[in-house]
């Protein structure tokens, strides 16, 4: 690729049509042909019969054609590169899939017991160990289910926890910048938010905290780096301001993909951390899960993890049920069992690598800020962590906005960055391309994005128009989610 030029990903032609299986078949078509039986035919009793769903009749081939068809239709990332700000979108290696698919995870009855379960409880012994170290933190759970999940279990912990000590704590400093699941979490605890305003570099200030924090916070809920891409660097001085009143904090890792190795939470005095495996630790996401979301605590918390959890006794793994303090359960049976398999694969491949994980993350955010930030707006401009924050302040004199923008890209071949978030900023556009991408894949991005600043002065009709190179064009989003339209007719 020679300079900035871009050149076209995508291309049309066989992108085909797909109606619902119902709509296709004819009555007696099968996907498979059986030997006469010899026997008389049976009917079913008259109280099953005309019960179940009216299956319509297909051949292999039809069935086979329908699923792959639709898989045509996705955009993942095993299609291309996805900078999605907040959700670090990337490659999943595929030995994990092969690790969670082996028969003795994948056939395990949840309800054996321990005596025949040593494997799988030694896996979730070991991850839970290298969970705990990857953050300086003194021990973890596996049991939450997702991010939003580990915060609720971290929150339901701080509450314990006040609530053992008969502390009366109402409230949750929350900055900003927060991903709308901290409120939410807090409030699902029975805390109100108190918000903390966004300093001028991007980051929250010791001074906001010095006037905001009393008696009645129970603690702080802390994304860092924060949902700008930004460190929190007045972190380790707040933390110390909260506890001091006798707070605690909770830090959101869902950014961790930018400080693996190189960001000690316990030394910054963090209480409690949640993972989303299926962003930091490469498990495939996107479509509503399954992830999990582990969470990671300093010595306050310790008692208050969820139970039952699995200890090492010689070199044996049991349940521990006895725990007083604990909050008790957050899932059934193991958790997400084989999303922890993929992080544990993943962990044990990269080793000390996943520190170089993390540079390259944030390496390749800093590339794509730099190149871009002459033609996009960079409302905060300084080094960032593995993503990087833009709006369309630029190209509104063209009426081009930033959802024309990320239309545009698809045309491209790309899927969009994050946009309108985080709320702080107007109008964003937040570009997270992880450690997995090529130069290559990133200089065809950073020259997809310059080509659109082009196309808003000299063409922003194409953009306004934009996607034309997909199946469906741009989509009345409102009337989309209020009434979706569930045929297999997409023309
Ligand atoms: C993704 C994300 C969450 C929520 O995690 P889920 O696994 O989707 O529940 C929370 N906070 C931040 C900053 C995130 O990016």
């Not at 900055?175 to 570099?201: I, Q, R, W, Y």
């Amino acid at each position: 690729m020679s300079g900035n030029a871009f050149k076209q990903v995508g291309a049309r032609g066989l992108i085909l049509n797909e109606d619902l299986l119902w709509e296709k078949g004819k009555k007696g078509r099968s996907g498979m042909s059986l030997p006469e039986s010899g026997l008389p035919p049976a009917s079913l009793p008259a109280e099953l019969a005309g019960t179940g769903p009216d299956w319509p009749d297909l051949s292999e081939q039809e069935v086979a054609r329908h699923y792959t068809r639709l898989s045509t239709w996705n955009f993942g990332v095993d299609t291309g590169m996805y900078p999605l700000g907040s959700c670090t979108m990337k490659y999943n290696p595929k030995i994990n899939e092969a690790m969670a698919a082996l028969p003795g995870f994948a056939q395990a009855h949840p309800l054996l017991p321990a005596e025949a379960t040593q494997g799988e409880l030694r896996l979730l012994h070991e991850l839970e160990t290298y969970l705990a170290e990857i953050v300086g933190l003194k021990a973890a759970s596996l049991q939450p289910g997702a991010g939003a999940h580990g915060e609720l279990c971290g929150m339901l912990m701080i509450a314990a926890y006040h609530r053992h000590h008969g502390h009366r704590k109402t409230k949750v400093l929350l900055p900003d910048t927060a991903h709308g699941t901290n409120p939410a979490s807090a409030s699902m605890c029975g805390f109100s938010e108190v918000k903390v305003p966004l300093g001028p570099k991007g980051f929250m200030e010791r001074s906001a905290i010095e006037k905001l924090m009393d008696d009645d916070v129970a603690g702080l809920m802390v994304t860092n780096p924060n949902t700008l891409g930004l460190f929190e660097c007045e972190l380790a001085e707040i933390i110390e301001l909260v506890h001091q009143r006798g707070g605690l904090v909770y830090a959101d890792g869902a950014n961790l993909n930018a400080i693996m190795g190189y960001a000690d939470l316990g030394k910054m005095g963090v209480d409690v951390v949640h993972y989303n495996v299926h962003k930091t630790l490469s498990t495939p996401h996107g479509g509503g899960g399954p992830g999990a979301g582990p969470v990671a605590v300093g010595e306050t918390l310790l008692p208050y993890l969820p139970g039952p959890r699995v200890v090492k006794n010689g070199d044996r793994y049991e349940w521990n049920e006895d725990l007083p303090l604990s909050i008790g359960r957050m899932h059934s049976f193991y958790g997400q069992f084989r999303v922890l398999v993929r992080a544990y694969a993943y962990i044990l491949s990269m080793g000390a690598e996943l520190k170089k994980a993390s540079a390259l993350a944030v390496l390749n955010a800093n590339y794509i800020k730099e190149k871009l930030k002459g033609t996009f707006e960079l409302p905060f401009d300084q080094p960032c962590m593995h993503e990087c924050v833009f709006t369309d302040a630029k190209q509104q004199p063209y009426k081009i906005s930033t959802l024309d923008i990320a239309k545009g890209l698809i045309d491209m071949g790309f899927h969009p960055p994050t946009v309108f978030f985080p709320l702080v900023v107007s109008n964003a556009i937040m570009i997270e391309p992880t450690e997995t991408e090529s130069k290559e894949d990133i200089d065809a991005f950073i020259a997809a994005m310059l080509e659109i600043a082009r196309k808003a002065e000299s063409s922003p009709e194409t953009l306004t128009s934009a996607p034309v190179m997909t199946k469906v064009r741009r989509l009345d989003e409102t009337t989309a989610a209020r009434h979706p339209r569930l045929t297999g007719d997409m023309r």
